[in-house]
């Protein structure tokens, strides 16, 4: 049986964004707490996230700017009957990148590989035997399983292919809809990593949380093939599949009874439209070195998250408009209106921080969906 390990400040359970930029805060801001991060697999996954750069607010920036491995001034989109330039900047990072500066980070043998079969406030037990003890243990294994909760699903297969003689894509086409309308409101996600690299992502919004694989790379193949990128090699792929909350219960989520501090999409904290997590993400870990002083820390992180859950009403508001008001393969008008409003509201929506006025603009004129059916959603709506 393996030993339990000295005693830590803090132990953080699981390597993904929240936990690596976590890890990475409480490095930079207080090096003098003995931080721990168990992660079985490597740190930061096979992922690559995006973001703009309004997403992320300047006192903030420091702690992803290291990170970023490419970067462009502007995005496109393309709908049926729109499209337009977004001049916004837009930036992506890897899991390698998060990888290699949380290693640079942590001093030796502060990066624990290994699993953990039981998570409590104040210890870790873990999977090849011993026991990690903490003044703190943060909870950041992602989602989960989350039964309590009403949803929809954002499902993806992304693949970087090689184009031998160039793809020709200049900046990242953030919505590429034009494609068919299945299984939900589908569409092609392009980021050009160089001139004959392109990240091709087929993504669903979908009342189903299956992933067929194999299809999707089918179609991914056939996009390909369409804008003549003869011979592309597929040199990585990453799938995925988040949540699109439309209604749930925060007290089931995280009870009061559950006292094991949690951050990241275990605490709730995501983009209830896009299950986008990099925004809330940032916050925590650039608030986290001045929270961990506190007695309370698991009581503070589930006041934040609550306060979280509630600012999210709206968006899961119009989750439900997107699953319930709408038929499967018209979902696409919802998004081709949302691109004719106003540069400054789009970055605020992705940002989660759209403002009353927004809010009524998003709302207001001529639904894109059946108005019977949307009054219908509206009505069984949980508001709370």
């Known amino acids: 049986m393996t030993a339990d390990l000295p005693r830590c400040d803090i132990a953080i359970v699981g390597g993904g964004l929240s936990g690596g930029l976590a890890a990475l805060a409480l490095a930079a801001k207080r090096p003098d707490l003995d ?29 992803v700017a290291p990170l970023v491995r490419h970067h462009w001034g502007r995005y496109d989109v393309a709908f049926p009957s729109h ?35 039981h998570v409590a406030p104040d210890h870790v037990l873990l999977s090849r035997g011993g026991r990690l003890s903490a003044k703190h243990v943060i909870d950041a294994r992602g989602a989960g399983k989350f039964p309590s909760l009403d949803c ?10 090689t184009v031998k003689g160039g793809h020709g894509v200049e900046h990242p086409v953030v919505m590429d809809a034009s494609v068919e309308q299945l299984d939900g409101y ?29 299809s999707v790379r089918e179609r991914i193949a056939a996009y390909a093939a369409d804008r003549q990128w003869d011979g592309a090699a ?31 999409a275990r605490a709730g904290v995501f983009h209830a439209t896009t299950g986008y997590s990099l925004p809330d993400a940032v916050r925590t870990a650039a608030a986290l070195p001045g929270l961990v002083d506190q007695v309370d820390l698991p009581a503070l992180l589930r006041v934040r998250a609550a306060v979280s859950w509630r600012r999210q009403r709206f968006y899961r508001m119009l989750g439900a408009m997107l699953f319930r008001a709408a038929e499967p ?5 919802i998004f081709q209106r949302f691109y004719r409003l106003s540069p400054g509201l789009i970055a605020r929506f992705y940002a989660g921080r759209s403002t009353r006025g927004d809010k009524l603009r998003i709302l207001s004129g001529k639904p894109p969906v059946s108005v019977g059916r949307a009054l219908a959603a509206l009505r069984r709506f949980d508001w709370k």
């Open 35 to 63: 931080v721990r991060l168990v992660e079985p697999g490597p740190i930061g996954g096979n992922h690559i996230w995006s973001f703009f750069d309004s997403d992320i607010a300047k006192k903030d920036r420091w702690l």
């Open 83 to 117: 499209r337009r330039t977004m001049r916004m900047g837009y930036k992506s990072i890897t899991g390698e990148a998060l990888a290699a500066a949380v290693a640079a980070a942590l001093p030796e043998g502060r990066i624990i590989t290994d699993k953990a079969k």
């Open 152 to 161: 929809g699903w954002q499902k993806f297969v992304g693949q970087a292919l």
């Open 186 to 214: 589908r569409f092609v996600y392009l980021l050009p990593f160089d001139a004959e690299t392109i990240f091709v992502e087929d993504t669903y919004y979908s009342d189903e949380a299956d992933l067929d694989v194999g």
């Open 234 to 264: 597929v040199t990585r792929e990453e799938t995925g599949v988040l949540p699109v909350v439309i209604a749930g219960d925060f007290d089931r989520l995280w009870p009061t009874s559950d006292r094991t501090a949690r951050i990241g």
């Open 329 to 333: 393969d018209a979902r696409y008008r």
